[in-house]
């Protein structure tokens, strides 16, 4: 043992403690093969983690971008059903002016006119124009034209076997054709 001067046994001892506290300090921050592991097997987790979580971001951003590209196509569409329908209301409106002044021809070329244009339109569907069609056939029978009438009744019979009102219809040929 080495004495330190002016410590005597003390110091010697002393001495001692730290050279083995410093051997055993340096022991403990070594750095263990487990240690060392865990570390890595944590630090691969995260990795992983991290992995996935851009992969997910990934997929959302691209969901987000098909999201407004639908967004963008069912806007477009809508601005050309609106522009559609409000042609059709303002053909319907002719013709409702017409029959305000008496002009009952003139009001069934108009509603003919918005019928066949509801008919063609590839956004428009019979709920569109229905009302139309109603028209059409009180317009007929105030104007006295049988004719007319039944060969409309029959077209949409015919076009339209699946409307509510397809019975009334019918009905209403049956009497013209036992007039």
């Known amino acids: 043992m080495a004495r330190r001067k002016g410590l ?20 403990i921050a070594k750095p263990s093969k487990v240690d ?3 570390k890595l097997k944590e630090r691969q987790a995260q990795m992983a ?26 806007k477009a569409k809508n601005k050309a059903w609106s522009k559609d329908f409000n042609k059709l209301g303002t053909m319907r409106s002719n013709a409702k002016e017409y029959e305000k002044q008496g002009k009952l021809k003139l009001a069934i ?9 509801g008919e063609t339109s590839e956004r428009l569907h019979y709920g569109n124009y229905a009302a139309n069609i109603g ?3 009180i317009l007929y029978g105030k104007v006295k034209d049988k004719e007319s ?16 009102e397809i019975d009334d219809w019918k ?3 049956s009497k013209l054709n036992n007039k």
């Open 135 to 137: 028209r059409i056939i």
């Open 8 to 27: 005597g046994i003390f110091g010697s001892v002393l001495g001692v403690a730290f050279k083995v506290g410093g051997a055993v300090a340096k022991e």
């Open 36 to 38: 060392i592991n865990r």
């Open 171 to 173: 009905k209403r040929l």
């Open 49 to 74: 983690a991290e992995k996935k979580l851009n992969q997910l971001n990934e997929t959302l951003d691209a969901f987000a971008a098909e999201q407004d590209r639908e967004f963008k196509e069912l």
């Open 109 to 117: 070329n108009w509603h003919l006119k918005a019928l066949d244009f």
């Open 149 to 164: 009438l039944e060969n409309f009744l029959i077209r949409v019979i015919y076009n339209y076997p699946e409307a509510r």
